[in-house]
């Protein structure tokens, strides 16, 4: 499974938590940056991750900042995106299995190291479930297509 993260400031040191845990774990990732603690503008970050993950480039993204509410709103503008915000494993768990997320967003002022990793953990390793899932996530797709049905 190839991986892109990326996250503005707000989220750079949960991000470098998680490629530490992407590299002991054996996954293929790209980190799109930032780099530092400097400010930077979240959209800048957000937008090559989802474009990556909606072209197939990467068969999911990561993506931090301070809340994960503004990546996770920049992210489900691209389409073929479905991030989800996640700040607890039951939730990560039932983005994978009932959305069939491709993206998950984090806030590292919202929540712990520990718990987010954790809810990567569980992300990564959770499956799409398909069956009555797999209608709803297509209804999805036919919006973004700007079908209204």
């Not at 499974?1 to 470098?16: N, V």
């Not at 970050?45 to 994960?68: E, H, K, M, N, S």
């Not at 190291?113 to 390793?125: F, H, K, R, S």
């Not at 209608?135 to 797709?141: M, S």
Request: with cysteine.
């Amino acid at each position: 499974m190839k991986i892109a993260i990326a996250a503005d400031h707000g989220g750079f040191r949960l991000k470098q938590e998680i490629v530490r845990y992407l590299e002991q774990q054996g996954y293929q990732y790209k980190d799109f940056g930032t780099y530092s603690e400097e400010a930077v503008d979240y959209p800048d970050y957000a937008l090559p991750v989802a474009r990556a993950v909606a072209a197939g480039q990467f068969d999911r993204g990561i993506i931090c900042c301070g809340t994960g509410i503004g990546v996770c709103i920049v992210a489900n503008k691209v389409p073929g995106v479905r991030a989800a915000l996640c700040h607890d494993t039951f939730s990560a768990r039932a983005s994978r299995e009932h959305n069939n997320a491709n993206v998950l967003t984090l806030g590292e002022r919202v929540i712990g190291t520990g718990l987010a990793l954790q809810i990567v953990e569980t992300w990564l390793n959770s499956q799409f479930a398909g069956g009555r899932h797999a209608r709803r996530v297509d209804k999805i797709t036919r919006i973004e297509q700007g079908c209204c049905s």
